[in-house]
């Protein structure tokens, strides 16, 4: 009889620990389907802001115009024939290259060979003689000059010796100093003429001829320099005549 009893009890007892067991289990099975739920929306949410972040980097194609066709879908490609007009620029002969032609060089001008004045130093005699040399040479050779100082430079270059040099000196410190200056060729020329020329070349060609005297010179150089102190003195008539005699060597006056 105890024996049933404690059979009967421990019978009870497995019933009620397997029914807390399977209490357990439903609820444990809950909270699953609760956690996969969680889960699943997690999920979905993680899923909608990668594709918002897709969408945002994908820049935004503008639409097509209605003339232009809309370009082919991925899925389907279809084949392209070229057009006549394309294969015949394919198969066109390449362009011709750019021909150059050059122009022919002007031709240079030759300039006359002229002689340069002879330096000068300063004499009244020789004053003329200067200028006018400096002047058949700059107007003669024009492309050796191309401003007026270079023309300025040359001329001062050959003032070399005697009073000439210290004139020229003194008018280089002046115009390096800035005090003075020469606009143009004539002016610089003007300014020796003024300085060097003789002031009363009349009466200095008159005092010449009354002193000239042929010497060792050819009848042709001394008939030359006669008619030149003669022109310069203003001399003509029969008193030119005298002294032209007077001044020849004693065997050519017979």
Known sequence: MSQETSSTATSSNLEHQLADAMTAIQMLMQNVGTLTQQVTTLTNS????????????????????????LPPSPQY???????PLALAQDHAAPAPAPIFIRQPAEPRVKEPKIAAPIPFSGKREDTESFINSCCLYINGRVSEFTTEDAKIYWILSYMQSGSAKVWCDYVISLMYQDKHSFRNMDQLLKEIDRKFRDTDKRTTQSLKIRMIQQGDKSADEHVQEFEKAALEAGYEGYPLVVEFKRSLNAGLRK
Not at 77 to 82: I, K
């Open 77 to 83: 490609q279809p084949f392209s024939q070229p057009s």
């Open 46 to 69: 993680m899923g909608i802001m990668q594709a918002a972040q897709d969408a945002q980097s994908i820049p935004i194609s503008q639409p097509a115009p209605h003339n232009q066709s």
